[in-house]
């Protein structure tokens, strides 16, 4: 008897309301993007599949905005990013580490230029944006998924979505795809890649965990006396004798806000396809397997974790890479290498090349890992830009991709799909959306240098001129 392999399933959708833009994902940058956009005077939905804003900052337990600073603590990011930030660490809910003189390690990142980061307190950043949405008045729907669009002639309609209520169509001049896996751009027949050019396998994923009651002292001056803030000796030593069997080598736990409380960022799952429901289903199971693992080891093993709790572990997995969009530019290695200038640049991220290699977990291709894992073999620029262009898919005319989906090359993914550069390009999309509404244009023919202008006048920074100085890093030895 044959089974059947496909069946042919309809129904009447309800039209049930009507935005300037809708912004799909409400992670970093689709936060920044429906802030932009309501800012801009746009009638605005931010759609979450989650039940709360952040992304993988709250929701993956990622607690750390990267990569909007330097090491010592200038801004590389600024507007709706650097307000943000600023004002979550006024109000307790954030921490805006600085360097002390003559420190060599410090729980924030360990080494002393990692200081860039944000570590903040997910449990109150939640609240914080829901607060930010209904004070600029963005309309929000949580625990909603996109489902589907509606096109004509490369322009989108309609946007179907799902949740309690059932399927539902939206009707919109504009779409920003902030799901970071360019659902909004695949389902479009946007073109787009998935995985390394040789044979599309994905760097590992991470399931995140929290934990409470670390001894710091006792952490700190553990990893002092080694001169090893990633335990690589430890490791070494723990899978000699039979106990550390993963595949990966180092030890990541940074500081949170409060006392004793780190984010556990070791693990690293292999296999995992963030756009397969199933692969992504086993990937939390092993995950969390993993995890109990892991703390066993750190409490028996690592001074300061002998009376350490888990307080939480992640409901979203941390997927790193999935698809791309392959837009009107592409982002190289060489364009990086080559520190190169572009005329619509929209902002900057302060990151390394951080992919891990997708069969060797601790392995940076473009590193030495030998000691620190950050003394490059291909060396870039200490910032890196974000055109403009790398945000635009084709040939969908009112689309617009900010954050980890943008056309970037391979190793390119590694600095700009961290979180602040991902609010930088979100903040362009939806003042760029401004145009393509009220001139009822397309995203790819906006003046950028009017939108350039705009994104400076509200604290960008998009120039070279503009950065803080950035001095090379220095490493531990």
Known sequence: MNSIKQILYKQDIP?????????????????????????????????????????????????HWLGGRTQEGAWVVGGLFKSLAEESAS???????????????????????????????????????????????????????????ITEKNTISHLI??????????????????????EVAFKSGCQTIKGRKEDGKMTPASLIFHVYNVDEKALTEYIEKEKDPKLRKLITELRDKGIWNFPYDIFIATKLVEDGEFYINTNRLTGVDGTDGKSLSE????????????????????????????????????????????????LTIDDLAQDKTFDDCIGFSMYGWDLPDPEKPSV???????????????????STPLPY???????????ICPGRAVSVEGQVLGPVR?????MAMGEAAGMAAKQVVRKDTSFHQIDI???????????????????????????QT
């Open 15 to 63: 039209v049930t309301s009507e935005y300037d833009v809708v912004v799909c994902g409400g992670g970093p940058s689709g936060c920044a993007a429906a802030l932009s956009a309501k800012r801009e005077g746009l009638k605005t939905l931010l759609i979450e599949s989650m039940g709360q804003l952040g992304g993988m900052a709250v929701t993956g337990l990622v607690s």
């Open 91 to 149: 109000r307790g809910y954030a921490v805006l580490p600085q360097l002390k003189e003559g420190e060599k390690y410090h729980p924030y990142g360990w080494f002393n230029w990692f200081i860039h980061g944000i570590p903040l307190d997910p449990f109150a950043v939640d609240l914080f944006l829901d607060e930010k949405m209904e004070m600029a008045g963005v309309d929000v729907l949580l625990q909603t998924q996109f489902v589907d669009v």
């Open 161 to 182: 979505v799902y949740n309690r209520g059932g399927l539902q169509a939206i009707k919109t001049k504009a779409v920003i795809d902030a799901t970071g896996n360019a």
């Open 283 to 330: 990937g939390m199971k092993r995950g969390r397997k993993e995890n109990q693992k892991l703390m066993e080891i750190f409490r028996k093993y690592i001074p300061g974790f002998e009376n350490a709790r888990v307080k939480t572990i992640a409901p979203q997995m941390g997927v790193r890479e999935t698809r791309r969009i392959v837009g009107d530019f592409m």
């Open 364 to 382: 940076q291709p473009f590193a030495n890992d030998e000691i620190t894992g950050y003394k490059y073999k291909i060396k870039k620029g200490l």
């Open 389 to 399: 262009r790398i945000m635009l898919p084709k040939p969908v005319e009112n689309l």
């Open 418 to 422: 961290v979180m602040a550069p991902c």
């Open 449 to 475: 240098q009017k939108l350039r202008e705009e994104l400076k006048a509200a604290g960008a920074i998009i120039e070279k001129e503009q950065l803080p100085p950035i001095y090379p890093r220095v490493d």
